[in-house]
DNA sequence: CGTGAAAGGGTTCACTC
DNA sequence: GAGTGAACCCTTTCACG
């Protein structure tokens, strides 16, 4: 799909404030609500927009570590990573996976409440995983940029 | 600040659905709009709630490649993890980095349209980076799990 | 894509328990 | 803290130009 500037002026208010409201979008990119309406559709149903979420703060929660953790399975077979990964899709502690290329098959990014909690993670869930050879954790001292996007250029919109 | 099963109910509620009405929020962790609205507040003041984003597709916008990038420093010097920290945070590119203990010193998540973009930033932004000795790129070939938040455990909602 | 109007909901009080 | 009721404002969604 494409995008005009217009549209990207949508997605890029809309990644700002979720909750902004048609009426107000419309006027943030010149557009009438109705006009507005109908891109914003398309966006969704597109794929575009995948979603609105409240940002919770992890740490409010109590999930202060994060745990960048590093995974090695035995073999690269279909059916190995596929087992792999729909036991990991069931941790909830796992925020983010990858599939990688390189020395290592899979990346992750782990919130634990503290170094109890992620000890028990690792033991009860990413030990447990099938087909792990290897596990490697590295603990984020602190967090320097964390957004979900990448940033839309402010001069287009 | 202490969370109850009702507070938790909406935040749960919020992160699966951020454009959610009060009204809707209200009838849904069983409250009235007025008393639901009252601990909203409370959660968006006490910075429990960070905000409210739409969920861009990075492919849709171009951005297909993701890549996890680990950099070392000359030194962990305050002033040399600060300046690197200020360099860093201008590259629109870079959507996760975290200071980190062990082996290297840095991990990022960098999103690129393809691999000639991807050079580019390396070279641009990347290498271009003050004090940097040592840059390992790995790319995903696969995205498996993606999401915001530790999820909520539907049990207390 | 814009306009306009109708219809429906949502938010936010003050007040009460 | 939570519920009720009502006023007011706003939003969405048409059909049409």
């Known amino acids: 799909m494409e995008h005009d ?3 990207l002026a949508i997605l890029s208010a809309l990644q700002a404030d979720g909750r902004m409201s048609n009426a107000a979008l419309a006027e943030r990119v010149g557009l009438s609500p109705s006009a507005c309406s109908r891109r914003l559709d398309n966006l969704e149903k597109s794929g575009t927009i995948r979603g ?6 992890n740490r409010a929660l109590g999930y202060s570590l994060t745990v960048i953790v590093h995974i090695s399975l035995s073999g690269q077979f279909q059916k190995t990573l596929r087992e792999f990964e729909e036991a990991i899709k069931r941790c909830p502690n796992v925020l983010v996976c990858y599939l990688m290329s390189g020395e290592y ?3 992750l990014r782990v919130a634990a ?3 109890a909690d992620y000890e028990r993670i690792h033991r009860d869930w990413l030990s447990a995983l099938p087909h792990v050879v290897k596990i490697n954790s590295s603990f984020a001292l602190r967090e320097i940029i964390d957004r979900p996007n990448v940033g839309i ?5």
Chains 1, 2 share one sequence.
Do not use: E, F
Not at 52 to 57: D, F, K, L
Not at 153 to 157: E, G, K, M
């Open 5 to 7: 500037s217009i549209d």
């Open 52 to 57: 609105y979420h409240a940002r919770v703060s």
């Open 105 to 107: 098959d899979y990346v």
């Open 113 to 115: 409440k503290d170094l």
């Open 153 to 157: 250029d402010p001069a287009i919109v």
